[in-house]
Antibody, heavy 132, light 106 residues
Framework: QVQLQESGPGLVIPSQTLSLTCTVS??????????WGWIRQPPGKGLEWIGD???????YYNPSLNSRVAVSMDMSKNQFSLSLKSVTAADTAVYYC????????????????????????WGQGTLVAVSS | DIQMTQSPSSLSASVGDRVTITCRAS??????LNWYQQKPGQAPKFLVH???TLQTGVPSRFSGSGSGTDFTLTITSLQPDDSATYYC?????????FGGGTKVEI
């Protein structure tokens, strides 16, 4: 069974860059069957999707964070990462990494893959506080 | 962005009760609606996808329904372990968006 584990600093100074890594075990991030994303949850509040990356390196980001966020992957380590620049106190949250499946459609000329956009496995989350 | 609105924001029920949570989308999303359960201090757990398909291992007392803009998650015969906050999420388009959550207390 796939497992995801977030890691990174628990405290970031305002205006600096938040960097987190998600290590995946029990599955390969290079698989064409899945893509990998980040979601955050401010203390006591709801969930906000940040963005994700596919095995081919295609990325999708929330426009509300688009200019500050980047998601990357290191297949050699089976890890993917989140970078969020110019953080403020509003970025204080529990950050989760998660997996999303592709759905594949097979036809005579080959295969078409479609994002399912649901999150079937999640890491346990890591709290990141932005404070001086 | 597609806005997701859940109601009620919280409810209290007894063991054995039937509970219904509603989720409304700001535009039609066909059946691209998913449900998650989150207990305090834990990550969300994936329950239902495509409005009505239970994820493997989810108890059959959970069921989802709806299409277009209005969706429901129903828990028949509420159990103590069902005490949690439930979130809906639209998968129709990015950015993916979640409802504000419904806290179920037993």
């Amino acid at each position: 069974q796939v497992q995801l584990q977030e890691s990174g600093p628990g405290l970031v100074i305002p205006s600096q860059t938040l960097s987190l890594t998600c290590t995946v075990s029990g599955g390969s991030i290079s698989s064409a069957d899945y893509y990998w994303g980040w979601i955050r949850q401010p203390p006591g509040k709801g969930l906000e999707w940040i963005g994700d990356i596919s095995f081919s390196g295609n990325t999708y980001y929330n426009p509300s964070l688009n200019s500050r966020v980047a998601v990357s992957m290191d297949m050699s380590k089976n890890q993917f990462s989140l970078s969020l620049k110019s953080v403020t106190a509003a970025d204080t949250a529990v950050y989760y990494c998660a997996r999303s499946p592709f759905t594949h459609y097979y036809h005579r000329s080959g295969r078409t893959s479609r994002r399912t956009n649901y999150l079937d496995y999640w890491g346990q989350g890591t709290l990141v506080a932005v404070s001086s | 962005d597609i806005q997701m609105t859940q109601s009620p924001s919280s409810l209290s029920a007894s063991v054995g009760d039937r509970v219904t949570i509603t989720c409304r989308a700001s535009q039609s999303i066909a059946t691209s609606l998913n449900w998650y359960q989150q207990k305090p201090g834990q990550a969300p757990k994936f329950l239902v996808h495509d409005a009505s398909t239970l994820q493997t291992g989810v108890p059959s007392r959970f069921s989802g329904s709806g299409s277009g803009t209005d969706f429901t998650l129903t828990i028949t015969s509420l159990q103590p372990d069902d005490s949690a906050t439930y979130y809906c999420q639209q998968s129709y388009s990015t950015p993916l968006t979640f409802g504000g959550g419904t806290k179920v207390e037993i």
